[in-house]
């Protein structure tokens, strides 16, 4: 199961900053909404997650910008598995507009920890089982 999934996002009016065009800060929110539903949709829901006793936290982010969405525009986050560790993982973003063309994209790093606060923790088989093969979306 290394298919690329995509998670649809309509800009919103307060998403939109004085120049036009989304604000930085809310780019990590659609990876965030996006990553929570590529494990849904891969049978983890994310309390399923929580109620086996384990959360993920992101521990580093990269993001790269190509063009600016603004108000309005209907665009996908497509999601991908880009590594898996032993106890963290990554995960590629591309936002996309209009099919094919990429605005912006992302890694976005998670590592795996114990909700009872007590650390870090491998990945169990619930999480790399809906994780998946890792399938990049970025060439590095």
């Given at each position: 199961m290394s298919e690329v999934f995509t998670f649809p996002v309509t800009v919103r009016?307060?998403?939109?900053?004085?120049?036009?065009?989304?604000?930085?800060?809310?780019?990590?929110?659609?990876?965030?909404?996006?990553?929570?539903?590529?494990?849904?949709?891969?049978g983890l829901p994310y309390q399923k997650m929580i109620e086996a006793g384990?959360?993920?936290?992101?521990?580093?982010s990269e993001i790269d910008w190509r063009s600016g969405l603004r108000w309005q525009d209907a665009v996908e986050v497509a999601v991908s598995t880009a590594r898996i560790g032993r106890t963290s993982f990554a995960l590629d973003f591309e936002v996309r507009r209009d099919g094919p063309?990429?605005?912006?994209?992302?890694r976005t790093v998670y590592v795996v920890v114990a909700t009872d606060g007590s650390g870090k923790r491998e990945i169990p088989p619930l999480i790399a089982d809906a994780l998946g093969d890792p399938a990049p979306l970025r060439a590095d």
């Amino acid at each position: 199961m290394s298919e690329v999934f995509t998670f649809p996002v309509t800009v919103r009016y307060m998403e939109v900053d004085a120049q036009g065009v989304v604000f930085n800060g809310w780019y990590l929110t659609y990876f965030d909404e996006a990553m929570s539903a590529f494990l849904t949709a891969r049978g983890l829901p994310y309390q399923k997650m929580i109620e086996a006793g384990y959360d993920v936290q992101l521990v580093r982010s990269e993001i790269d910008w190509r063009s600016g969405l603004r108000w309005q525009d209907a665009v996908e986050v497509a999601v991908s598995t880009a590594r898996i560790g032993r106890t963290s993982f990554a995960l590629d973003f591309e936002v996309r507009r209009d099919g094919p063309e990429v605005t912006c994209a992302g890694r976005t790093v998670y590592v795996v920890v114990a909700t009872d606060g007590s650390g870090k923790r491998e990945i169990p088989p619930l999480i790399a089982d809906a994780l998946g093969d890792p399938a990049p979306l970025r060439a590095d």
